[in-house]
């Protein structure tokens, strides 16, 4: 949490957040950024449905961030995403879309984990053995610092500012558009 303060502290504007799911860390981020807007986006109706509830002044979107998303180009300030690249087949696609969507000078914030060895171990007794036996065969990425910086750069995001953490499982790393 400190880290990803400290990324977007006071970076104002519209906040369109990625993979929200039930809005606890969209929020964090909305208050650290100072957000005048939040677009919150999941998969899932019911984590929609929970937003909505929570949060009424948010837009909030049940969709497939792999496809094409209803946001006006050009008009976000901030866009994170925690904890969702690993899952997604095309995250490529992801990127483009929001190259369409963020302003000149925006930013992307983006968390995944690193896989190293200690994480596969933890990562295997937490899923075989521990509650999180609902994660199992979930990850269909793995990325490494230098494949997540060549996807942003392709589509014109240069990297900003990053972050390693929790003995070198998870990268944290904010890029500039344009």
Not at 50 to 77: L, N, T
């Amino acid at each position: 949490m400190r880290v990803i303060k400290s990324m977007i502290l006071n970076t104002r504007g519209i906040l369109l957040d990625l993979g929200s799911h039930g809005g606890y860390l969209t929020n964090y981020m909305a208050k650290q950024a100072k957000a005048s807007e939040v677009i919150a986006i999941d998969i899932s109706p019911e984590a929609i449905s929970f937003i909505k509830k929570q949060h009424p002044d948010w837009r909030a979107i049940c969709a497939d961030i792999e496809g094409k998303i209803d946001i006006a180009d050009r008009s976000v300030d901030l866009i994170t995403s925690l904890d969702v690249f690993e899952h997604l087949f095309k995250p490529e696609r992801v990127i483009k879309e929001a190259g369409r969507i963020i302003k000149p000078g925006g930013f992307f914030l983006v968390a995944v984990p690193h896989e190293t060895i200690l994480w596969k171990i933890i990562w295997y007794l937490w899923t075989k053995f521990g509650p999180g036996k609902v994660w199992q065969e979930v990850h269909l990425q793995n990325f490494k610092k230098k494949s997540l910086d060549k996807l942003f750069s392709y589509h014109g995001f240069v990297k900003e500012s990053e972050a390693i953490i929790h003995f070198g499982m998870y990268y944290i790393t904010k890029y500039k558009y344009g």
